[in-house]
C-alpha cells in the first residue's frame, strides 16, 4: 500500500518569498502523484499532478512541482509567494491498479506574513 | 461543467436525526468517493461507487449509509450519528477508478449535537 508524509506540519514565508513544500512517498511502483490546496473549510483544489513523461510538472497560480524517483519526493514550489497562497497543502499518491486510491499525507499549513 | 456540487454546506443534527448529504457531478465521471475530514487533518476515503456499485466500503459504521442512484448523483444517508461525527464531508468524482485525478466539492460541514 501506499503512504505519504509531508514532514513539514507548519510554514511561514513572507509574501514575495520562495517556496518549497515537501513530499515524500512510499509505493512499490510508478505512482500518480498529486498536491491539493484546500482554503479553511472549503474542498480540496487539485494544483498540479504526475502521471508519466517530463518530472517538472506545472501547475495552476504559478506552482510546480519535481518528481525525483531516487528520493521518492514530489516537492512543491513557487518562485514567489502571496497572501492568497495561505491554506492548506495536501500531497497525495495514487495507485494505477484498480480499486485502490488515493492516500494523503497529514498536510502542510502555510502562513504568509505581509 | 467542472463542478462537483455538494448540498448543504452545512448541517446541524441531533444524535436521533435522520439526514442526507447530497453530491451531483454533470461531468460524465463513473467514479465518486465520499471522504470525511476532521479538522486539521488530511480527508479519510469512506466509500467508493463505480458505475453506480459499490467498490470500496473503508469499514464505515453502518450509521452512515451510502447510495448512489444513478451515475451523476451521490448521497450519503445518515442515522443515529455521534457527536465525534462531526466533520467536514466531502464528495469527490473522476473518470473512472484507474483515472486517480478526483474532483472535490466544497463540503458539508456536519455537526452532531
Known amino acids: 500500500a501506499q503512504s505519504v508524509t509531508q514532514p513539514d506540519i507548519h510554514i511561514t514565508v513572507s509574501e514575495g518569498a520562495s517556496l518549497e513544500l515537501r513530499c515524500n512517498y512510499s509505493?512499490?511502483?510508478?505512482?500518480?502523484l498529486f498536491w491539493y490546496v484546500q482554503s479553511p473549510g472549503q474542498g480540496l483544489q487539485l494544483l498540479l499532478k504526475?502521471?508519466?513523461?517530463?518530472?517538472l510538472v506545472q501547475g495552476i497560480k504559478g506552482f510546480e512541482a519535481e518528481f525525483k524517483r531516487s528520493q521518492s519526493s514530489f516537492n512543491l514550489r513557487k518562485p514567489s509567494v502571496h497572501w492568497s497562497d495561505a491554506a492548506e497543502y495536501f500531497c497525495a499518491v495514487g495507485a494505477k491498479n484498480y480499486g485502490q486510491n488515493f492516500v494523503f499525507g497529514p498536510g502542510t499549513r502555510l502562513s504568509v506574513l505581509p | 461543467d467542472t463542478e462537483v456540487t455538494q448540498t448543504p454546506k452545512h448541517l446541524v443534527m441531533g444524535m436521533t436525526n435522520k439526514k442526507s448529504l447530497k453530491c451531483e457531478q454533470h461531468?460524465?465521471?463513473?467514479?465518486m468517493y465520499w471522504y470525511k475530514q476532521k479538522a486539521k487533518k488530511p480527508p479519510e476515503l469512506m466509500f467508493v461507487y463505480s458505475y453506480e456499485k459499490l467498490s470500496i466500503n473503508e469499514s464505515v459504521p453502518s450509521r452512515f449509509s451510502p447510495e448512489c442512484p444513478n451515475s451523476s448523483l451521490l448521497n450519503l444517508h445518515l442515522h443515529a450519528l455521534q457527536p465525534e461525527d462531526s466533520a467536514l464531508y466531502l464528495c469527490?468524482?473522476?473518470?473512472?477508478?484507474?483515472?486517480?485525478?478526483?474532483?472535490f466539492g466544497q463540503g458539508t460541514r456536519l455537526t452532531v449535537v
Open positions: 504526475y502521471f508519466s513523461g517530463d518530472t
Open positions: 509505493y512499490g511502483a510508478t505512482p500518480y
Open positions: 461531468m460524465g465521471h463513473r467514479a
Open positions: 469527490a468524482s473522476s473518470h473512472a477508478l484507474r483515472d486517480t485525478e478526483a474532483f
